[in-house]
């Protein structure tokens, strides 16, 4: 599993979205600008998070059990009936993008 580079920070959080209330882009391959980083949360039931490239990869997210997104990288959520969930941006603080941390 992918992990927040130990010096990331949270500089961003979406609202709490539901199977019904997720904004469509989320659903289609987008990707975050250069440097941003995320963290998806579930905080009830489950979510596919789908990692695009390079090489196609799905994560069954639940409570417990986040999701990562890299810079750049295409991905995509399928949520399923009673998902809540959010987004939240992180940013590394000393330039350095190695992963490890959360």
Do not use: Q
């Not at 998070?49 to 409570?63: F, G, H, Q």
């Not at 295409?74 to 941390?101: I, L, M």
């Amino acid at each position: 599993m992918k992990t927040l580079p130990v010096n990331s920070v949270p500089y961003k959080r979406t609202d709490v979205f539901t199977d019904s209330s997720v904004p469509s882009g989320l659903l289609r391959a987008h990707s975050t600008k250069p440097g941003a980083w995320g963290k998806i949360v579930a905080l009830e039931g489950t979510l596919t998070y789908r990692i695009l490239e390079p090489v196609m990869e799905e994560v069954r997210l639940s409570p417990g059990r986040h999701g990562v997104i890299e810079p750049t990288i295409k991905h995509e959520v399928v949520p399923t009936s009673g998902v809540r969930f959010y987004v939240e941006f992180h940013r590394v603080e000393s330039g350095s993008d190695a992963g490890g941390g959360l």
